[in-house]
């Protein structure tokens, strides 16, 4: 048979297939091949010349496009050749083969080209892929692998004896197989053939590893301490959403650290004060933190709120100067009948002789929200019945601002300068410290009998503790502890508290423990910090005091803002201090500007320094508080 075949090739024209004239010599036959080819190339020819297909003068039909069933869906080899000659079985035991050569071999690395299996490679020569749509191997044809193999396989199945049994199978089962077949090929080049499922809980898994080897197994220091920052954050149902439906974010927010108290390498390095490039939507790292947190949290009711968004002085300029002069505009009159009570002439802007007026200036009146009455009284109850004690201690600002004299003239962040008849901050701030003085240092010695003042810290470029300023020597440690000048970061100040204070405690009392990574930590029974703030502007890490103090449910902190009568920039910030007690039931704020009554100031600040015995009136009314008009400072421009 094999000599048969090849001699019927041989009187076979390889040009147009024609059987070859037969002659003695054989000259027929070689001048009908060469007029074949001569015919042919001159075909070629006419076609480049002319520029456009020209049709073949050829003297056959060329072959039909295969179907998807009639090639491999490996290797593309047309199963319609000799080779197979019609037979089912040897097409099966050919796509089998290839499946398995491929799946264990390296042939696929190329994805864009399909490589022919060893069994067809002696006849690549010869037979070469054909694709239904007559396109070339590349990106399309690698996509036709999987459609092409489904149908084959489906094909092959439908051929075995238990095809017949399968034959009412459900749309839905099938399609099923088809997927299973395709996720069982997918595993065999390699591929992920996990489902949606079980790549989640593959992802919460890595979560959960992150979370152990950051914070420890459940019932360690830190991560009992990390669970509290997440309920003292009002955070746990966000996190907890997140870790459940969401795994990739839950573990992108770990790794970012928002789900953690702020490190102290942070705060000394400033990493969270870092001011992003002009035009960013964020000013810095801890605004984003902080107002990611806002966002999703939830207010101390549990209710939800707005979104909301930070608004930048270059960005929003007219916004901020606009809401400023809109809360400038909601200031009355004090109320006159307390007022003729509460009168001194020893506030310091009576005896000061650059202010013109001696009236006293409007105020904005300050609130104090139902969530901070109720969380000074449950602090309340506990110093009743003995379960909580009160410590006190004072945070000054004392950075280059709070000294500019006001009749000079005071350049906003706009580049509008105004002028204000009112003494300079530090002035009202001294006053205002001297009196509360008078007040807090008799209740800490209920406490502690041989105190002999209260710890004070002031903060501006640097925190620096002064030590217990007292009554009795109070212009001499003014004078010398007090250093003036340089930027506004009240982070400086609060680290340099929270070191004082637990220090003492843990020296004293063994309350507190110190961890490497976030610093000083409460213990149960510690007693409570109650901070009075002094500060005059909105300070350059004002966020991150802001995400440090919602985590701090330790500390209980009152915040007086002085400011300048009618300027639209400290209203703004005011705004920005109401958000914050708005948030944080532990933080009161309260806006002081102009020419103070200082004894009303007084009154409204201890109130929310001690939830239990303020100062009532005819205490502060004692005329021995007021600060001598001799012994007033004289302050310059800074």
Not at 130 to 136: A, I, P
Not at 198 to 219: H, Y
Not at 364 to 380: F, G, I, M, W
Not at 591 to 611: F, T
């Amino acid at each position: 048979m094999e000599s048969q075949s090849q001699s019927l090739e041989q009187d076979e024209c390889p040009i147009c297939h024609e059987t070859l004239p037969q002659s003695d010599d054989g000259s027929a036959g070689e001048t009908h091949i060469a007029s074949c080819i001569e015919s042919h190339m001159r075909s070629s020819k006419d076609k480049q010349h002319n520029g456009h297909a020209a049709p073949a003068k050829v003297a056959y039909d060329p072959p039909p496009p295969l179907r998807e069933e009639d090639e491999c869906p490996i290797c593309h080899v047309s199963l319609l050749s000799k080779e197979f000659d019609n037979n089912t079985a040897a097409r099966e035991a050919h796509i089998l083969a290839c499946i398995e050569s491929n799946s264990s071999s390296s042939l696929f690395k190329n994805h864009d080209e399909p490589v022919l299996p060893p069994s067809a490679t002696s006849k690549a020569s010869e037979i070469l892929p054909v694709y239904s749509d007559g396109g070339k191997p590349g990106p399309s044809g690698s996509k036709r692998v999987s459609k092409s193999f489904l149908s084959t396989a489906k094909g092959a199945s439908n051929s075995s004896p238990s095809a017949s049994s399968n034959k009412g199978m459900t749309l839905q089962k099938q399609e099923d197989r088809e997927v299973s077949a395709l996720r069982k090929w997918f595993s065999s080049l390699g591929g992920d053939s996990k489902t949606p499922e079980e790549k989640t809980q593959q992802i919460m898994a890595k979560a959960d590893a992150l979370m152990r080897s950051r914070w420890g197994p459940p019932g360690t220091p830190v991560y009992e301490m990390v669970m509290r920052y997440w309920v003292a954050t009002r955070m746990q149902q966000h996190w907890e959403f997140l870790h459940a439906k969401h795994p990739r974010q839950f573990k992108k927010h770990l790794e970012m650290g928002y789900m953690e108290p702020i490190p102290t390498a942070w705060v000394t390095s400033r990493y969270l004060a870092f001011v992003y490039p002009e035009g960013s939507y964020w000013e810095t790292p801890a605004e984003k933190r902080l107002y990611y947190l806002l966002n999703n949290g939830t207010m101390p009711d549990g209710s939800k709120h707005q979104h909301m968004r930070p608004l930048n002085i270059n960005r929003d300029r007219y916004t901020i100067i606009r809401r400023g002069n809109e809360r400038n505009a909601r200031q009355i009159h004090l109320d006159a009948k307390k007022l003729l009570a509460y009168q001194s002439p020893g506030d310091v802007f009576q005896n000061d002789k650059q202010i013109k007026s001696h009236q006293y200036s409007d105020q904005v009146p300050n609130t104090v929200y139902e969530d901070r009455t109720k969380a000074l009284h449950e602090l309340a109850d506990g110093i009743i019945h003995g379960t909580d004690h009160l410590e006190t201690m004072l945070l000054i600002d004392v950075s280059g601002s709070m000294t500019w004299n006001p009749h000079r003239g005071v350049m906003g962040p706009d580049g509008v300068t105004r002028y204000h008849d009112q003494p300079s901050n530090i002035s009202l701030v001294e006053h205002l410290v001297h009196r509360v003085l008078h007040h807090m240092i008799p209740r800490a010695q209920k406490e502690h009998p041989s105190q002999m003042g209260i710890d004070a810290v002031t903060f501006s470029t640097y925190g620096n503790y002064v030590g217990q300023l007292t009554t009795t020597r109070f212009k001499q440690q003014w004078r010398q502890d007090v250093r003036l000048g340089g930027g506004t970061q009240v982070m400086q100040g609060w680290q340099k508290v929270k070191a004082t204070y637990f220090q003492h405690l843990n020296q004293q009392y063994g309350h507190g423990r110190w961890d490497q990574v976030f610093g000083w930590q409460p213990t149960p029974g510690m007693p409570k910090l109650s901070l009075l703030v002094f500060l005059d502007g909105e300070a350059m890490d004002m966020d991150e005091f802001e995400l440090e103090l919602l985590g701090e449910t330790w500390a209980y902190v009152t915040i007086a803002l002085v400011g300048m009568e009618n300027c639209p920039h400290h209203h703004s910030h005011a705004i920005e201090l109401e958000r914050v007690a708005r948030f944080n039931p532990h933080v009161g704020f309260f806006d002081v500007h102009g020419r103070v009554c200082e004894r009303m100031v007084v009154e409204d600040l201890l109130s929310s320094v001690y939830p239990v015995d303020p100062p009532v009136y005819n205490e502060i009314l004692k005329p021995e508080y007021d600060l001598p008009p001799d012994d007033l400072p004289a302050y310059s421009a800074y």
